[in-house]
């Protein structure tokens, strides 16, 4: 059964870290990777599509990489508006899943 | 700018049904697949349902598989979703979102606000 694998769960962080998630396919996805933010209350918002494309109007702190199995988002410096939960999602074609998440929490 | 509009949820009881809405602007609707997706309280994001932009090609996930139905009207710019057999474990926002399967991919590039379904007797 495939599964997306994202840690940590929780990370604890300050403003200005450099901050790392990790998301992990049970088997290749090549790029086809995404990452969202969604802040309580609110909708998931796109950040990242194709393991490493920054979608419009995201800042440029956020970066992604990695390819086949393994992933990550990176945010550069920290900032008060990225505390939230972050989620990858696998897509090919109509195939498609999320991670369960990283809530990205102030230390 | 692009919107999109979800509407229709509330307080069914388990085995009733329910039909969302979503309404879209700011984009040309017909030129883009459109999804949906629920989460469940403390959960992630659960992907539901995908329709092309012609409305030809449809895809489902498996736990709504047979019980829920996608469907869209590109004149009103609106997407449907009908659920049926409805169960507790329904409980959760649903969402709408674009696909821009045209220009760069199979990604959820813009999402609604939401509309909250609880299932309960």
């Known amino acids: 059964d495939f599964q997306m694998t994202q840690f940590p769960s929780t990370l604890s962080a300050s403003v200005g870290d450099r901050v790392t998630i990790t998301c992990r396919a049970s088997q290749s996805i090549s790029i086809w990777l995404a990452w969202y933010q969604q802040r309580p209350g609110k909708a998931p918002k796109l950040l990242i599509y194709?393991?490493?494309s920054l979608q419009s109007g995201v800042p440029t702190r956020f970066s992604g990489s990695g390819s086949g199995t393994e992933f990550t988002l990176t945010i550069s410096s920290l900032q008060p508006d990225d505390f939230a939960t972050y989620y990858c999602q696998h897509y090919n074609n109509y195939l498609t899943a999320f991670g369960q998440g990283t809530r990205v929490e102030i230390k | 700018q692009v919107q999109l509009v979800e509407s229709g949820g509330g307080l069914v009881k388990p085995g009733g049904s329910l039909r969302l809405s979503c309404a879209a602007s700011g984009f040309t609707f017909s030129d883009y697949y459109m999804s949906w997706i629920r989460q469940a309280p403390g959960k992630g994001p659960e992907w539901l349902s995908y329709i092309s932009n012609g409305g030809d090609s449809i895809y489902y996930g498996d736990s709504v598989k047979g019980r829920f139905t996608i469907s869209r009207d590109n004149a009103k710019y609106s997407l449907y979703l009908h659920m049926d057999s409805l169960r507790a474990e329904d409980t959760a926002v649903y969402y709408c979102?674009?696909?821009?399967?045209?220009?760069?991919?199979?990604?959820?590039?813009?999402w609604g606000q939401g509309t909250r379904v609880t299932v309960s007797s």
């Open positions: 979102a674009r696909v821009p399967v045209y220009s760069s991919g199979w990604q959820l590039d813009k």
């Open positions: 194709k393991a490493s």
